[in-house]
């Protein structure tokens, strides 16, 4: 009888550490796609990084603008910004784009990368003005108004002649890439062009009032579906 018993616990054992290895595999095997999500992820934009840097070497001091770990395109001349309450592109914000914009969706085009972006924002931000002309809410106002600076240059590109030189693939391609998004003054920036949320200084009014282009790559989406998965 007690030979018995001692078999049943054994076996339960046996039943369990079986269960726990099988836990432990696919628990490695997470790790290890994971792993391999995030080397993707970084060496990708780590490419495009550098890639752009390099493309846009002798144009960044002339229109001062920085090129971001994040992919992102930041003008920071505040005269050729936008007015405050305004969407409209000034002439010499024209005059950059009619040259940064052709060759940025060039080298974009044409990167042997381009089949990991998933988008390309065009983010407008604003001052922290109150804009009651577009709404009572200032942040929701601002909404409205960093929207329509976004639109501003992404109708501004389409408009210019180097947009119908390009094939029809490559069209429903930029099309397919590009966002218009207003962010009103969520993310203004400080006198330094360092969001104010983390350096807690006072608003550069001049500064915030920008749009700025940022792309996305799929090792971000596939990021963002495996940490939600884990939730």
């Not at 934009?45 to 002798?58: A, I, P, R, S």
């Not at 501003?152 to 094939?167: G, H, I």
Request: net charge negative; aromatic share 12%.
């Amino acid at each position: 009888m007690k030979h018995n018993v001692w078999m049943s616990v054994s076996d339960l054992m046996t039943g369990l550490m079986v269960i726990f290895l099988f836990i432990a595999i696919s628990y490695i095997r997470k790790v290890q796609e994971n792993q391999t999500v995030l080397t993707d992820y970084v060496e990708t934009k780590t490419q495009l990084h550098d890639k752009l840097v390099k493309e846009f070497e002798g144009d960044t001091n002339r229109w001062q603008m920085t090129i971001g770990k994040d992919l992102s395109m930041r003008f920071n001349n505040p005269q050729v910004l936008f007015a405050s309450g305004k969407a409209d592109l000034t002439p010499q914000f024209q005059q950059i784009l009619d040259e940064f914009l052709p060759k940025y969706f060039h080298i974009l085009l044409n990167d042997s990368l381009r089949s990991k972006i998933v988008e390309i924002r065009i983010e407008g931000h604003t001052d922290n003005v109150p804009a009651p002309q577009f709404d009572p809410d200032a942040y929701l106002a601002n909404v409205i108004l960093s929207q329509q600076r976004s639109l501003s240059v992404l109708r501004y590109f389409r408009s210019m002649p180097v947009f119908d030189t390009y094939t029809t693939e490559e069209k429903k391609l930029l099309e397919y890439w590009f966002t218009a998004n207003g962010l009103s003054y969520g993310k203004s920036v400080d006198r330094n062009g360092n969001y104010t949320i983390e350096s807690n200084l006072p608003i550069d009014k001049d500064r915030s009032r920008r749009v700025e282009f940022r792309i996305v790559t799929s090792g971000e989406e596939v990021l963002e579906n495996f940490v939600n998965g884990l939730n």
